[in-house]
């Protein structure tokens, strides 16, 4: 599934792409994504030009000239992408719309169809259907006292926490196992037994994982081009996720790979520990958190 960089990569590519333009026609395929796309939508979009281009967590939102705000997900499998109105169009492609008179086209191609798109007609709108979503903050500049307070408040590990989009949007699974690998952190410790030095290390992650995949433009695995139809890069860089068997590039211990939060998740045994070690009074070094299985 597209997270956070891979929607930012398409996001900044279809703003010099989209921006100015005007919807001219819009066609919506037989087969209906994960939320039914409405006719009406098609009449309310006609002729409406392309003011700005958003991210908000894993969503796009389009913001048209007259309130009306287009907001897509990607889904799994998901593509919006800029192409010339004589270029084929791929399988699976369920919306067109056509660009300033056949000067080219936005198309949502989605194989799995677990991606959506949405008309609504005001920014209000759209921001009460994030809050009644749950969406939490951006990742980006996150209060510290916000962050050490959601895991001091919850007995779920770090790795469900992360994948959660009510306390932080926009990281998924490939993100969170880069982000606890950097920060030297068991995917499966306990979130209120961090100590708030560890809680700012892992916030401080998060973000710099972040930032670096979208310097490479995403991770391309599978389905996912940019709004350019251009791959990513980030996958030639990654430390844990997919790297079951390898040698860590820390210190060579293999990566292991275990099921949490229902997801394959990846990490170093030796890098990031189960166990946390401290000293009592008289010196002697006791362990805490979880038990070695």
């Known amino acids: 599934m597209p997270e956070l960089p891979e929607v930012e990569t398409v996001v900044r590519d279809l703003r010099p792409l989209l921006v100015g333009r005007r919807f001219t026609g819009v066609w919506a395929g037989p087969l209906a994504l994960r939320k039914p796309w409405t006719r009406g ?12 281009i958003r991210r908000r967590g894993k969503w796009i939102v389009a913001e048209m000239e007259r309130g009306d705000r287009l907001v897509v997900h990607l889904g799994m499998t998901g593509q919006l992408t800029v192409a010339p109105a004589e270029a084929p169009t791929k399988p699976h492609t369920h919306l067109v719309f056509d660009l300033d008179e056949g000067a080219g086209q936005l198309r949502f191609r989605d194989v799995r169809r677990f991606g959506s798109a949405t008309l609504f007609q005001a920014d209000e ?43 932080v949007a926009g990281v998924g699974n490939i993100y969170a196992d880069e982000a606890l690998y950097a920060a030297r952190l068991h995917p499966a410790r306990i979130a209120s037994g961090m100590g708030a030095r560890e809680a700012d290390r892992l916030r401080r992650a998060v973000e ?17 081009v940019g709004g350019a139809g251009q791959k990513g890069e980030m996958q030639t860089e990654f430390r844990a996720y997919g790297r079951t068997g390898e040698p860590c590039p820390r210190c060579g211990a293999l990566i292991e790979r275990v099921r949490l939060a229902g997801r394959s998740t990846h990490f170093c045994p030796v890098c990031q520990k189960k166990e946390v070690h401290h000293k009592d009074k008289k010196g002697t070094k006791k362990s805490h958190g979880l ?3």
Not at 41 to 52: D, I, K, M, P, Q
Not at 216 to 224: A, E, L, Q, V, W
């Open 125 to 167: 709108d759209v921001e009460a259907f994030f809050r009644a979503a749950g969406l939490g903050p951006e990742p980006f500049g996150l209060d510290a006292a916000y962050w050490r307070q959601r895991l001091a408040a919850t007995a779920r590990c770090l790795k469900a926490v992360l994948l959660d989009q009510r306390v």
């Open 291 to 293: 038990k070695k299985s």
């Open 208 to 224: 710099t994982v972040l930032n670096r995949a979208i310097e490479r433009r995403g991770s391309s695995i599978r389905d996912y």
């Open 41 to 52: 939508w098609e009449r309310r979009l006609t002729g409406r030009r392309v003011e700005a």
